[in-house]
Each structure stands twice: as structure tokens, then as C-alpha cells.
């Protein structure tokens, strides 16, 4: 009986998997059932943590507004000057604001100056 060559999809989709997996370390970069749940893993991971990056950035941004207020003594609050910043309807977001209170603390203290009044 004659030999019957398999396809090249599994091989091709295998080598795809080493590709990805490569860097990993030990049994997971070697092994295809393992490379094959440390990639779910890690693609879940990943998935869930450009979430959590925005997260982050996000509480870095009021952490760093809030201790520039704090310091200028202008607010009592953080929450004070978003609110009032609303109320006036100056539509700055907490990135930008994040980077005039590094940048230019001035700048902030006059923007602060103006909504409060």
C-alpha cells in the first residue's frame, strides 16, 4: 500500500502558532498544545489590558491635575474645578489638562481664575 502525504494547512498553521509563540519560555515555545493555550492566554491579556491602560492613564492624569490645584491653592478640589469647568463649558479633556499643569502651570492658574468667576 502506497503512502499517503498529508496536506500542508496543519503544517502551515502549526509553523504560524511556533511564529507566535517563540518567544515564550520553555515547554510553552516547544510544545504545540501548550503554545496553543499560552497564545489564548496571552491574547486574552492583551485584550484585557489596553482596557486597563486606559484606566491607568487616566488616574495619572486627575492624580497629576489634582496635586497642581492642590498646590496653586486655587480649588479645594479636583472635583470642584472639572465641575466648574463644565459649567462654563470649556471642553478641555483631563490629557490636555494633565499637560498644561506639567507644562505650563500658569497657564492652568488662568484657566482656573476664569471659571471660577
Known amino acids: 500500500m502506497t503512502r499517503i502525504k498529508r496536506g500542508y494547512i496543519a503544517r502551515r498553521r502549526r509553523t504560524k502558532l511556533r511564529l507566535f ?3 515564550f519560555r520553555g515547554a510553552h ?4 498544545r501548550t503554545m496553543t493555550q499560552q497564545r489564548i492566554r496571552a491574547l486574552v491579556s492583551a485584550h484585557r489590558d489596553r482596557g486597563k491602560r486606559k484606566r491607568d492613564f487616566r488616574r ?16 479645594y478640589s479636583y472635583n470642584e474645578f ?19 499643569a506639567l507644562l505650563n502651570r500658569s497657564c492652568l492658574y488662568t ?4 471659571i471660577k468667576k
Do not use: C, P
Open 21 to 23: 509563540a517563540s518567544s
Open 60 to 75: 495619572l492624569w486627575i492624580t497629576r491635575i489634582n496635586a497642581v490645584i492642590h498646590e496653586m491653592g486655587v480649588f
Open 111 to 114: 484657566i482656573s481664575n476664569d
Open 82 to 100: 472639572i465641575h466648574n469647568l463644565y459649567k462654563k463649558q470649556l471642553l478641555l479633556n483631563r490629557k490636555i489638562l494633565a499637560q498644561i
Open 29 to 32: 515555545s516547544r510544545l504545540t
